[in-house]
């Protein structure tokens, strides 16, 4: 036991020094107030949580948590039909899915973004091989939109939904999908009873992951979005780095925090409610 202690210590401190002490720094300074200059003034204010509930930073928001919502939705229903064909492919293909999956960790984040910008844009690839094809007769508008920040969202997080659940479905005990086809149980039954819920740590993990790294997201927005969309990121960074207004910021990080961990606490809720009741159905 006092060895266990030991081995934990450097990771207590770690997270003490790099996540606690930091939070708490962002609800002291948001609990402060700015003078004229935008310097900090340590005078007790609850002004930059009553901005927050105006009217316009509410819809940035509601626009924050439905964008995180549905990427996250998006990413789910792409990543785990290619996470259980990979982990259901020979060891050749298996290497080289996870290897195709992992390359765009290779390249620098930015300049992944950035080439979103030239196959959407007015004259990008895209509308030039649909005009070359006949298929439009004038560009689209495909770029500085919502769908365009849906798209960006996806295709850098889809590694993180993809891999957790590989795992869950790799470490999952193939005997019992042997068991439940020898007691007449079609491909469809096995999977809702058997592979789905074998899976759910993978899903949870990786919903968690996409969800937490698409709400704190601002290039994304500011390269394929534009002036057209903006998230609760986008104006903290404006807050700290432009308007020097501090106390707000800290104020939209505090709430920003707050209401993610509720989320994940219901999400994780209600997916362990949901395995509770097909343990009893079962029984």
Avoid at 34 to 60: E, P
Avoid at 142 to 171: C, D, H, R, S, W
Avoid at 182 to 208: E, N, Y
Wanted: charged share 10%; hydrophobic share 55%.
């Amino acid at each position: 036991m006092r060895r266990s202690k030991l081995l934990i210590t450097p990771v207590l401190l770690w997270l003490a020094l790099f996540l606690l002490v930091p939070m708490v720094i962002v609800v002291v300074m948001s609990l402060m107030s700015r003078d004229t200059l935008g310097n900090v003034v340590f005078h007790f204010s609850l002004n930059g949580y009553k901005t927050f509930f105006d009217s316009l930073y509410l819809g940035i928001y509601w626009d924050t948590l439905v964008l995180s919502v549905v990427t996250t939705v998006v990413c789910l229903l792409v990543s785990y039909p290619l996470a259980y064909f990979i982990a259901n492919a020979s060891p050749r293909v298996q290497t080289w899915g996870l290897v195709l999956i992992t390359i765009p960790f290779w390249i620098n984040f930015l300049i992944r973004t950035y080439a979103w910008v030239l196959l959407l844009r007015t004259q990008g690839v895209v509308n030039t091989l649909l005009i070359h094809f006949g298929w439009i007769q004038e560009p689209l508008q495909m770029l500085y939109t919502k769908g365009a920040v849906l798209l960006g969202m996806v295709y850098n997080f889809i590694p993180f939904m993809v891999l957790p659940i590989y795992v869950a479905l790799e470490q999952m005990d193939k005997r019992l999908l042997d068991a439940a086809s020898d007691l007449g149980a079609t491909r469809w039954k096995a999977f809702r009873h058997i592979t789905l819920p074998q899976s759910k740590s993978g899903i949870m993990t990786g919903c968690v992951l996409v969800y937490v790294s698409t709400t704190g997201m601002f290039v994304v927005t500011d390269i394929l979005g534009g002036a057209k969309s903006t998230m609760i990121s986008n104006i903290i960074q404006q807050q700290y780095l432009g308007a020097r207004n501090w106390p707000f910021g800290s104020a939209l990080s505090v709430i920003f925090v707050i209401t993610s961990l509720i989320l994940i606490l219901l999400f994780n809720r209600a997916m362990q409610s949901r395995a509770d009741r097909a343990k009893e159905g079962k029984a």
